[in-house]
């Protein structure tokens, strides 16, 4: 078993029966957990007869020979895909946010959301792509691959296996268009704050020269 701290549980030669156990075991010294479990399965296979150090296949990897060092490198990318897959639903739910926030503009031609609604989806959308950069490692090389060949050509393929780069590239366009929305809808309420403003300094301006003016009136009837 392989756990790592954002949140993956990768199992090696577990049967389905065992891994409740195992997660429970986990859950006892873990924190923040999610409200839903996400899982998949892919084959490890060994065969001490191979050709060759190591062969792919359709949902399996085949090795002459498993160890840990071959377990933490095929866990350290079984793990950032899960996760991988916990932020992109995350994000999708903020590019659906989004899209009904503009069809409901452009039905109605305004805008209804409070301040603090979108400050929250600010910080939602700058932590998911901290986390995805900083807690999963997208873009670091294990130790392990870059000490030895073996394990570089391991995590080599199964990052193009999973497609790690292209699902990033996918979930970094995915960001920038909720950054852009951000923006834009920033910029209504900056408008809507000014515009109140304006509207309170004439209001203010207004209020003072009434004032004025019933000033001068009473001094006039008072000097009559």
Same mark, same amino acid.
């Given at each position: *078993?392989?756990?790592?701290?954002? !949140?993956?549980?990768? =199992? ?24 839903? *479990? $996400? ?17 792919? !296949? ?5 090795? %002459?020979?498993? +160890?840990?060092? !071959? ?7 079984? !793990? ?13 739910? *903020? ?6 926030? +503009?069809?409901? *503009? ?11 609604? =979108?400050? %929250? ?19 670091? $090389? ?10 570089? %050509? ?12 292209? $699902? ?13 929305n951000?923006?834009?809808? %920033?910029?209504?309420?900056?408008n ?7 509207? =309170?300094?004439?209001i203010?301006i ?19």
């Open positions: *078993m392989v756990v790592f701290q954002y !949140g993956s549980i990768v =199992l090696f030669n577990v049967s389905d029966h065992e891994v409740d156990g195992y997660l429970k075991i986990v859950e006892r010294h873990a924190s923040g957990l999610l409200p839903e *479990m $996400r899982k998949d399965e892919y084959e490890v296979r060994e065969k001490p007869t191979l050709s060759t150090w190591m062969q792919g !296949g359709l949902d399996y990897i085949m090795l %002459q020979y498993m +160890n840990i060092d !071959g377990i933490r490198t095929i866990g350290s990318v079984l !793990g950032q895909s899960i996760a991988l897959d916990y932020y992109v639903r995350q994000v999708d739910g *903020m590019v659906a946010e989004f899209t009904d926030i +503009n069809r409901g *503009m452009e039905k109605t031609g305004t805008f209804t959301m409070e301040r603090k609604k =979108l400050f %929250q989806l600010v910080g939602k959308a700058n932590s998911n792509l901290a986390d995805v950069i900083l807690k999963l490692g997208l873009f670091e $090389r294990s130790d392990i691959a870059w000490k030895d060949a073996k394990y570089a %050509q391991i995590w080599e393929y199964l990052r193009d296996e999973f497609e790690l780069t292209q $699902r990033f590239a996918s979930l970094d366009f995915k960001l920038k268009f909720v950054e852009h951000i923006r834009f809808l %920033q910029e209504i309420l900056q809507r704050k000014s515009d109140f403003l304006e509207w =309170l300094i004439i203010l207004g209020a003072e020269i009434l004032i004025s003016v019933y000033d001068i009136a009473h001094k006039s009837s008072i000097a009559l």
